[in-house]
């Protein structure tokens, strides 16, 4: 079966600072991929980067980079020089090559930035 | 480029009528996917349409069904409403194509329905 785990209900960071969210997963598909999101008090899911089980390096997108770790199973969120409007609820999902191709979610971590 | 829309965007039923909610996919887009995320949660996974076909359902009874059309707009429609149902249903679209296991989802702002 397939999971996400995210284990840090809250956390918090000053302004400017980075801040790591963690995210670890579980499947035996060899073909998945592992999302972000982030979800403000607005309710829409807001994508933030993708990596690829076969991808070789780390992804990045601007401010956000994915610390992915295969033998451990994790994808680590990290965010640099955080913003006020970073606060939110961001949620780690993976995707499986099972043919219904669904999203799997972990129950999300709430960051609030610190000014 | 239009982003993936949902109406409407606030809903209150009482316990036993039914509901439609609409979705409208991002350009291009063929295949969407709907989620119940309740308060505090993560989202759920309902069920997908791909090319107007259901392809592949989460464990979520058969009063929750759902349709897709030919310019892959979506309806999701619950029949005798529940206080259980009451949550955010979010729509997802993604360009998926036969043979590639993940695609990136995007999400519609979502309808937050209340059971009464």
């Known amino acids: 079966a397939q999971k996400i785990t995210q284990t840090q209900p809250g956390m918090f960071v000053q302004e400017k600072e980075a801040v790591t969210l963690d995210c670890t997963y579980d499947t035996s598909d060899p073909s998945y991929g592992l999302f972000w999101y982030k979800q403000p008090s607005s309710g829409e899911m807001i994508f933030l980067i993708y990596?690829?089980?076969?991808?070789?390096q780390n992804a990045t997108e601007g401010r956000y980079s994915l610390n992915f770790q295969k033998a451990r199973k994790s994808a680590n969120l990290v965010i640099s020089a955080s913003q006020l409007g970073d606060s939110a609820m961001y949620f780690c999902?993976?995707?499986?090559?099972?043919?219904?191709?669904?999203?799997?979610f972990g129950t999300g971590t709430r960051l609030k930035v610190l000014a | 480029e239009t982003g993936v829309t949902q109406s409407p965007t606030h809903l209150i039923k009482t316990r036993g009528q039914q509901v439609t909610l609409r979705c409208s996919s991002q350009?291009?887009?063929?295949?969407v996917s709907w989620y119940q995320q309740a308060l505090g949660q993560g989202p759920q996974f309902i069920f997908q349409y791909y090319r107007e076909e259901e392809n592949g359902r989460g464990n979520f009874p058969p009063r929750f069904s759902g349709l897709q059309f030919p310019n892959y707009s979506s309806e999701l429609n619950v029949n005798a409403l529940e206080l259980d149902d009451s949550a955010l249903y979010l729509c997802?679209?993604?360009?998926?194509?036969?043979?590639?296991?993940?695609?990136?989802?995007?999400f519609g702002p979502g309808t937050r329905l209340t059971v009464l």
């Open positions: 997802a679209s993604s360009p998926k194509g036969r043979g590639r296991a993940v695609y990136t989802q995007y």
């Open positions: 999902a993976m995707s499986v090559d099972s043919g219904t191709y669904k999203y799997i």
């Open positions: 990596q690829g089980s076969y991808d070789q």
């Open positions: 350009s291009g887009h063929n295949t």
